[in-house]
């Protein structure tokens, strides 16, 4: 089954690239770029397909040698061997990767992100390390060359952020950041602290791919506006004119404020995104419910409930305890370097997914 999929995706290819250099497909932008899309979509998949056939068949040629006169010859039978292994594994390797390509990708992926960050236990220290969080994820984004745009916050007066709303935009935004939804633990000596006696705070992160209109229907008598002047602890955030917005979705009580624009307009427009991502969410999740225990795992979706993350200052480690991952780079982890982090969440749910391929 999966080799006849392979093989109508590799003459798909072949006949896009044929109707791709055809006069009439040039002409014809809305259908070249259809086209085009397709066939970068294709690409990888049809690319790494070629290449296991190249393995199997060097495999398949190295068993026939084998197993032929000429490999009487110990020196020339050990060659022949080392080269049977070696595509046999190849192949085994891009055998797995074609899995995956073939398996449904998740379809927010390509989408750019809302995040949340909320103090949890812990006071002024908890926020604090909201902070230290927001910090950390506004230099990973920029890192990626992402953009991000603060949409609500909430600061005290040391600095710390008791709760903050902002947006990050870019390619492959929530592949990745999807991974941070959860219970993030900080083990350090507040400055406030003289007998240096380590506390223990939490932050919760939310990380919501943006949702289109389409995708959730909003009926507009459902929807209270507020419109008022934008408070807080002060500093950048804080606008002079009556430009801030609140809208409170009455059937679930969502309440989203954006006042970080000075135009009224633009907080509307951003306060709307975030509630279209809430309700996409809290739709996504009542469908997630009905799914077994095992693709309802941490790392699947981001559950909220759980302790997933420890930044322990005395030790300067970093623990994920989904994957059971320390890393002594604390420091540069809150400069935000979460490459290697996150990439070994990838790894371990595409292992998952392999897995569960494997078992259906």
């Keep these: 089954m999966m080799l006849e999929k392979l093989a109508a995706a590799e003459n ?5 690239n044929m109707r791709l250099s055809e006069p009439g497909t040039i002409g014809n932008r809305a259908l070249y770029a259809s086209l085009l899309s397709e066939h970068s ?3 990888e998949i049809v690319t790494v397909f070629r290449q296991y056939k190249k393995a199997v068949a060097e495999r398949d040629e190295a068993l026939s040698e084998l197993n032929g006169p000429g490999a009487s010859d110990p020196e020339f039978r050990e060659l022949l061997k080392t080269e049977f292994d070696e595509k046999t594994r190849e192949a085994e390797e891009l055998e797995d990767r074609l899995k995956l390509l073939l398996t449904p990708q998740d379809p927010n992926d390509s989408k750019n992100v809302f995040m949340e960050i909320r103090a949890g236990a812990g006071g002024e220290e908890a926020a604090l390390f909201g902070a230290v969080l927001y910090r950390m994820y506004t230099h990973y984004a920029e890192g990626r060359g992402w953009s991000v745009d603060l949409v609500d916050i909430s600061e005290t007066e040391l600095g710390g952020i008791k709760e903050i709303v902002f947006s ?10 999807k991974y941070e939804s959860g219970v993030h633990r900080v083990q350090r000596v507040p400055s406030t602290e003289s007998s240096g006696r380590i506390h223990t705070s939490t932050a919760t992160v939310a990380v919501l791919p943006e949702a289109e209109e389409a995708s959730v229907t909003i009926d507009p008598d459902d929807v209270e506006i507020d419109i008022f002047r934008s408070s807080g602890a002060g500093g950048q955030h804080i606008n ?3 430009s801030a917005i609140r809208l409170t979705h009455k059937p679930t009580g969502i309440v989203v404020t954006c006042q970080d624009q000075r135009s009224q307009l633009k ?3 951003k306060a709307f995104k975030v509630l279209y991502s809430r309700l996409y969410e809290m739709e996504a999740a009542a469908k997630d419910e009905a799914l077994s225990k095992e693709r ?4 699947g979706t981001g559950d909220r409930s759980e302790r997933i993350r420890t930044y322990n200052y005395p030790q300067n480690r970093v623990t994920d305890h989904r994957i059971d991952l320390t890393l002594y780079k604390l420091e540069s982890v809150l400069n935000g370097d979460l490459d290697e982090i996150i990439d070994a969440l990838i790894t371990d749910d595409r292992a998952r997914t392999l ?3 494997g078992e259906e």
């Design 12 to 16: 798909r290819y072949e006949e896009l």
């Design 41 to 43: 979509d294709l690409e």
């Design 168 to 177: 990050v935009d870019g390619k492959g935004a929530y592949s990745r950041l």
């Design 240 to 242: 002079k004119t009556d």
């Design 267 to 269: 907080n509307k427009e």
């Design 296 to 299: 309802r795992s941490q790392v």
């Design 355 to 357: 897995a569960n391929a």
